[in-house]
């Protein structure tokens, strides 16, 4: 069953295209700000706590002002010439159920019901992929896990009658421990590239041609003295 795909945007994210972020240091009780390129960094905060929370991890971000207005015009001519009716909002909506789902089915191991959502390479690539014993069981994210979704990157190409949109996806999400005795909480950052065949007849259909775990965090229980 193909995903019936998400629409794009008029207006563009506040948080569209930041660069990766590293989680760290919120796990430790701490509010820091990383710069990676020009106005592009995140923040980091945790509100005071005996031990770092779901509830108490929380994510900004400031964008690229470059790669931003990039993505602003890649949106604002995909909707121009190919779908007027696309919007970042319910896009990102969907996006963000998408991934949820697909690292629910990589998390049972149901690779046939990845058919449809996720190319057969990805498919492939993530069923060759070692996982740690804590990454396998903790990998499922809900959509209440999520702290943040970015748009990194937006990609027009066409080559002769095929019209060809890639957009790249940066999910945040922090989620309770399967073992709470070991750890206090888990940080995960997702990556997905969302690919639709614009061709006139084509299926109005998105499916996630890349997808992968960028970081996998899990903060340990603080020692008892």
Known sequence: MMWRGPRIADTAS???AAAPVRVTS???GQAR??????HTGYMLSQKQAAKPTTSSIKVWYVPNPFKWLHNRMEIAALQRDWDASFTLE????GAIQ???TVTDLVSQREWGELRGLLSQNAI?????TKWTSDQTHNLTLSPGNVQTAMIRDVKLQTIVDQKYCDIDV????VREPYNVDKHSLILLEYYARF????????LPDWSITVFTLHSFQAVPQPSRT
């Open 14 to 16: 506040r948080w569209a």
């Open 26 to 28: 919120a796990a430790r």
């Open 33 to 38: 700000y990383g710069r990676q390129s020009l």
């Open 90 to 93: 319910t896009f990102k909506f």
């Open 98 to 100: 998408a991934i949820c």
């Open 124 to 128: 492939d690539k993530l069923r060759d």
């Open 170 to 173: 940066h999910l945040i999400g």
């Open 195 to 202: 690919h639709r065949n614009y061709c006139e007849g084509g």
